[in-house]
Structures are given as C-alpha cells and as structure tokens.
C-alpha cells in the first residue's frame, strides 16, 4: 500500500520561505519520478516541480524558477520543496505526487483538478501554503 504525507505547509508573509515535505511508503524513490503540484481556488492544478528518477533531471514551472528548490532523501524516502520569495500568487493547496514505474507524471489534470486521476501512480492528501502580501 503506498502512501505520501504532505507536511510544513502553513501561513507565511511574502518574501518568507517554507519548506515542503513528502514521504512516502510503500514506494521505491529509486523508480519514481517525483513531483509537486498546486491548485489555488479557481485555477486550474499546476505541475509546479518534478524530479526524475532516470538521471535526477528537474523541471520547474516558469513563475517558481529561482525561487523554489526540489529535492529529494532516497534513504528517508522523503522529497522535499524549499520554496523561497514566496508570492501572495504562490497560495495554493499543494500536492505530492508519485508516478508508477513505467508511467510520467501529467502536465495537466482532467478538469484542471489535483487528484482527478491516479492513472500515473500516487497522491498525496495536500498541505496548504498561504502567502499574505
């Protein structure tokens, strides 16, 4: 049974900095690839960041480039999200998500929501960041 926990989500003033965790069971980081998304009400879900499990490759959405860091801890089996310079647009329920071996982390969501498909693997429950300007 896998399962990912979402934890240091909270409430923070702009230009201040959280730090995301994710970890999981029941998984093998070694071959997943990894990712954090977002969905701000009214917006559709954001692929915000990824890490690959092939050659740690990293894509960042464009708005987060420079101000937001992915990692991850194979032996804790734990990713992380530093999200630094944060934005009051940077409010958002953020997600944990974990691809099955053999299967890519979406780019888009059916009907824009977080969570409407499991087909590429795992979710997390979420953790809310609130960014006040």
């Known amino acids: 049974h896998v399962q990912l926990v979402e934890s240091g989500g909270g409430s923070v003033q702009a230009g201040g900095s959280l730090r995301l965790s994710c970890t999981a069971s029941g998984l093998n980081f070694d071959d997943s690839d990894m990712g954090w998304y977002r969905q701000a009400p009214g917006n559709a879900c954001e692929l915000v960041s990824t890490?690959?499990?092939?050659?740690?490759?990293?894509y960042y959405t464009d708005s987060v480039k420079g101000r937001f860091t992915i990692s991850q801890d194979n032996v804790k089996n734990t990713m992380y999200l530093q999200m630094d310079s944060l934005k009051s647009e940077d409010t958002a329920e953020y997600y944990c998500a974990a691809a099955r071996r053999g299967s890519v982390l979406p780019p888009s969501l059916i009907g824009g929501m977080c969570r409407s498909s499991s087909s590429f693997g795992y979710w997390g429950q979420g953790t809310q960041v609130t960014v006040s300007s």
């Open positions: 890490i690959s499990s092939d050659d740690g490759s990293i």
